[in-house]
């Protein structure tokens, strides 16, 4: 592999578009190292993935990087382009207002507003990028890098009041749900999101996670998002749709079979024995 092999995946990468180019190639959710080039950050992994494509002829797989995410972030290194890694506690040393502040030092108010601020301008730039979430670790941290309000305090104590303040603000200014954008590990919504919904509207979705869905689509149409041809379409995120799959399998195989008391034989749809009609 040769940096030229490198360049081509970058220009590739530009071209398609962040979120096109993941999807494509089977990547996406946290990156690992990030690969700098013109000012522009990348996924250091897709780019080394479909580098392998433009050298061999079949681009390598997330699995297949995963196994030595270390080498990749050397080899590009090799290359001449600068790669960095990307801290597993995710706050940055220095945040852009210049110096840290705790929250445990502010009013409870102050530190949620500044971050309730922070998380509706994050998930406004991922309603430009197609079928893109954040997870909530993720957004956790981009709110206290953003606003320089650090805590200490497990997520869940304090990001459902900041999501629920983002929800509100949305009603109040008439835009789709950005809060939809924010999921679990599990790729859904969570339990907070209907509830922070019924609040800022007065109505409960049935289900959070189709109602989620809904309001990502029309965010990506109203902020423009890259929406294929047709428009797009409302999505759960693929880890949730493949655990519902499943789900779906499980009770098809569980369901109970009607059969006919007499002969014990299945009964057809009619509810009529074939046998002993």
């Known amino acids: ?40 950050s990348y996924d250091a992994n897709a780019v080394l993935g479909v580098a392998h494509k433009y ?30 890694q990307v801290d597993a506690s995710g706050l940055v040393e220095q945040p852009v207002s210049g110096e840290w502040r705790d929250a445990a030092d502010l ?41 320089g309000i650090r805590t200490q305090q497990q ?3 304090w990001l459902g009041d900041v999501l629920t303040r983002v929800a509100a603000r949305c009603a109040r200014e008439d835009e789709p749900m950005l809060t939809a954008f924010c999921v679990n590990a599990d790729g ?15 109505t409960a ?21 890259d929406l294929p041809a047709g428009g797009g379409v409302a999505a759960l995120t693929p880890k949730l749709a493949a655990a519902r799959g499943r789900e779906r399998k499980i009770r098809y195989q569980e369901r109970e079979i009607p059969t006919c008391p007499n002969c014990y ?12 009609a």
């Open 1 to 40: 592999m040769t940096r030229d092999h490198v360049l081509d995946a970058l220009s590739e990468y530009d071209e398609r578009g962040s979120a096109a180019f993941l999807r494509t190639y089977g990547f996406g959710g946290s990156r690992d190292y990030v690969v700098w080039h013109e000012g522009n």
């Open 55 to 84: 050298a061999t002829g079949k681009a390598a797989s997330r699995a297949h990087l995963a196994r030595s995410l270390d080498g990749a972030g050397r080899l590009l290194t090799h290359l001449g382009f600068d790669v960095t």
């Open 107 to 147: 009013a409870l108010d102050e530190s949620r507003d500044a971050w309730a601020e922070a998380a509706h301008a994050t998930l406004l730039e991922v309603a430009g990028e197609y079928h893109r979430v954040l997870t909530t670790k993720e957004l956790a941290v981009q709110v206290q890098n953003r606003t």
């Open 155 to 157: 997520t869940h104590y």
């Open 188 to 202: 859904s919504v969570g339990a907070s999101y209907a509830p922070a919904v019924l609040a800022a509207t007065g």
């Open 205 to 225: 979705p049935e289900d959070a996670d189709e109602h989620a869905a809904q309001q990502r689509l029309l965010a990506h149409q109203r902020y423009g998002a």
């Open 265 to 276: 034989m299945q009964l057809p749809a009619t509810g009529v024995c074939d046998n002993c």
